[in-house]
């Protein structure tokens, strides 16, 4: 390192003033400055005729007049608002931006609720489909049954009917027998007991 290079606290201790003070001065360019990798890393250093330079460089206004305490009040004002502009800028930026994020989690939210809404819909058709399905297979299994017992009802009542024609078969027959041996025995009376029924 040269002779003639100066560290931020030796300059900020030639100039009398802090030692960010000299920093910012060198960030706005008002005092040049090289970098030289340090103990902890790039520093600034900064030459003597820099220094020598920058001492004619007063950092604050001098006062031509001495002022009252209102002056200071209103000047202490129009300082802090100078101050403030920029952060109630940043507030109002910020607030914009949550406003827009706001917005753009409503419609998020918005959308997510129509998704899962249409998913509920789809799954209760879905659902409506599977009964509609189980319903008609139950009613196709009850024709059949229907079907099955139908079949049966009709073979019995044929099968009872068969019956009943043979009863009526079977009662003609045993009248026509009946019939014919009252004949034969009435043709085995006598021709006396034929006419007085003794």
Known sequence: MSDDLLSLDEAAERL???K????RRIRRG???AEKINGPFGEQYFVPESEIRT????VDVIPVAKEITPQE???LLDQATKRAIQPLQQQIETLQQQYIQAVETLKNQHKQDMEALNQLYHQNAIESLKQEVVATREENKKLRTEIALSS???KKSLEDI???TNEIKDWAVCSTKDLTARIGTIENKKSWYQRIFGR
Do not use: L, M, Y
């Open 54 to 57: 920058a001492q004619k460089i």
């Open 161 to 163: 009917n068969k019956s």
């Open 16 to 18: 009398g003033v802090h």
């Open 30 to 32: 008002e005092i040049k």
């Open 151 to 153: 079949q049966e009802t």
């Open 72 to 74: 200071f009040i209103i």
């Open 20 to 23: 960010e003070t000299v920093r």
